[in-house]
């Protein structure tokens, strides 16, 4: 499915390319509460960092890789304590997506902010031998794809798949080790009390066949342009660790072939070639923009280079203005359902452009002042709108920030109970959203400034939010968890064969009938919107049935259906060393 989030991600790694002054390490001179906060959290990060590789031993002794940093696949349960308490139980992922984004956090905190001990050189060592580890082997060495887990070699078919060890083996493990008719005979005894356990059980049994097809994935742009992003980044800051840059350079030598890729893959909806195919949910709710691109008779491409740094400038505006991001984050943000998290990446691409104009220095390509001009007006608007309308106070003193995990959870007598285990993670990405939404950085002073516009409430917010940050994070209040990536279906409403398709066929090539009433849903079978229809057409498509269900037409909450998501505590220290240190570093 195309990822809007993957759009923001190529937005932020051409933006980096222009950025190449250089950085130097400012101590810190703000307040000590904060200051050592920033400590305790450079440590915990530190610890979680897997130090020795290992296999995995069955039933509970997970596999890790030596330089991942900790993250976990959980199920989003919710209700009763007992549900309540399965979400915490996780399975160790040896992703490299985590990884990046806290080895990037670190890099940003030393670089755009202050307070932040600079990263030891074996611990970013270590992360970037990991990341170089996850390269895809089925291309040439040094073409810059990245998979999100390692590969293995599969005889069979003579490539190298990406796959994870531990979630795979204990799916496995419980196909085979549990009675699930027992189990099922005995929950259709204990009534309704039990229903949700039930649902719970059932999830479980299904995983096999539901959710081993959805991790056997290649190379993806997501993990690829994040780590390019990185690459950037390490340049930059070549002067302080020259060994670093090398190091990631050393497994990237052809890191250029990764835009060639992707302007190989673009989606291309206006093309008469099967690029012209989409998922059937991004369709339903990008149509908007598809239709109004037609209509003008604009090429529109996306996510490639120049003429598509453009157009996918356009349609994150789009995605914004129109409200879909909070209308419809089930879709719009498919495999990261987190929108505080995308409005950091979107806000990033700002933060580098306004910089280099700040500084005289944006290099003369119209399109980075395009693309400025329109993210600065949707973020310092809708975004900033959307940010301090949920914003939540205490005493004058804090504000806060929730997401879902923990939203929907209830006591034992059924009393709503929020246990708010994505506070931490939302309110940190909130800050970092609204600083780099507002501020720019001095080439000379390395400091922060608000710019002269920025809205009274937004530094009040700010300021209490990092209060409250600097008061709990190091506690044992809330929970450091997150959902920093997810499966793309959550429920029915996410489900792509209950959407409008104009084209169906096997992965063989077999093309069949849209009437065809026959067809078997199974890894098979490619459902897609071909081209870009009218309007009318659509609606009236979107009022069929498609396999006897109705087009899902609302967003009823992530807490209504079960669905694997990845945590990480390393991401959330991240990024709130990252909020806290660059708050340290605005000019006052």
């Known amino acids: 499915m195309f990822r809007l989030t993957q759009i923001a991600l190529c937005l932020i790694i051409v933006s980096l390319t222009f950025s190449h002054f250089e950085s130097m390490y400012v101590a810190s001179s703000g307040d000590p509460d904060i200051t050592g906060t920033i400590k305790g959290l450079n440590r915990r990060i530190a610890d979680l960092q897997v130090q020795h590789s290992r296999h995995y031993i069955p039933p509970l002794i997970w596999a890790k890789d030596r330089g991942v940093y900790e993250s976990n696949i959980r199920i989003n349960t919710y209700g009763k304590p007992l549900l309540a308490d399965f979400r915490r139980v996780g399975v160790f992922d040896n992703n490299a997506f985590a990884t990046a984004w806290v080895t990037i956090c670190l890099l940003e905190a030393g670089r755009y902010g202050t307070g932040a001990p600079t990263p030891v050189d074996e611990q970013m060592k270590m992360a970037l031998e990991l990341l170089n580890s996850h390269h895809d082997k089925n291309r040439p060495p040094g073409t810059g794809a990245v998979d999100f887990w390692s590969q293995a070699f599969n005889q069979s078919s003579g490539l190298w798949m990406s796959q994870p060890t531990n979630i795979l083996s204990i799916i496995t493990l419980m196909d085979d080790a549990l009675p699930w008719d027992l189990m099922e005979e005995i929950c259709k005894k204990l009534g309704p009390s039990f229903t949700e356990v039930c649902e719970l059980l059932d999830f479980l049994k299904g995983a096999k066949h539901q959710l081993l ?217 909130a800050v970092n959203a609204l600083i780099a939404t507002w501020t720019t950085q001095d080439k000379a002073t390395r400091r922060l400034s608000w710019e002269k516009e920025t809205p009274v409430g937004v530094m009040h917010v700010v300021q209490q939010a990092v209060s409250w940050l600097n008061e709990f994070v190091l506690r044992d209040e809330y929970k450091p968890l997150n959902a920093f990536f997810s499966g793309s279906v959550k429920g029915t409403s996410t489900l792509p064969f209950y959407y409008p398709v104009n084209f169906m066929e096997y992965i063989n090539g077999t093309k069949i009938p849209l009437n065809d009433t026959h067809v078997t849903i199974d890894e098979s079978l490619v459902l897609a919107m071909s081209g870009v229809v009218s309007e009318d057409q659509y609606d009236k498509m979107a009022k069929e049935p498609h396999f006897g269900h109705r087009t899902p037409t609302k967003f009823q909450g992530y807490n209504k259906s079960m669905f694997p998501f990845w945590s990480s505590a390393a991401y959330t220290y991240a990024s709130n060393l990252l909020a806290l240190s660059q708050f340290l570093n605005l000019a006052t």
């Not at 995308?342 to 119209?366: E, M, Q």
């Open 213 to 429: 097809p959805a991790f056997k994935i290649p190379a993806d742009f997501d993990d690829t342009f994040v780590n390019i992003g990185l690459g950037c980044l390490l340049k930059q800051l070549g002067s302080r660790s020259p060994s670093l840059y090398q190091l990631w350079e050393s497994g990237n030598t052809e890191a250029n072939t990764v835009f060639q890729l992707l302007k190989t893959y673009a989606y291309r909806p206006l093309s008469a070639s099967l690029a012209n195919l989409i998922d059937p949910r991004t369709y339903y709710f990008a149509r908007g923009f598809l239709e109004k691109a037609e209509e003008e008779g604009k090429p529109v491409s996306l996510a490639t280079t120049w003429m598509v740094y453009e157009n996918t400038t356009s349609f994150i505006e789009w995605v914004i203005d129109s409200g879909t991001v909070t209308s419809r984050p089930d879709l719009a943000l498919t495999y990261y359902p987190s929108r505080y998290n995308f409005y950091w990446f979107v806000a990033r691409t700002r933060f580098l452009i306004a910089n280099r104009l700040a500084g005289r220095a944006l290099p003369p390509f119209p399109s980075l002042r395009f693309v400025y001009e329109h993210l600065n007006r949707a973020l310092q608007s809708r975004v900033t709108s959307d940010i301090l309308a949920e914003a939540k106070t205490e005493g004058g003193k804090w504000a806060y920030f929730d997401d879902f995990l923990g939203g929907a959870d209830e006591t034992w007598t059924g009393k709503p109970k929020n246990n708010a285990e994505d506070r931490l993670f939302t309110t940190s990405m």
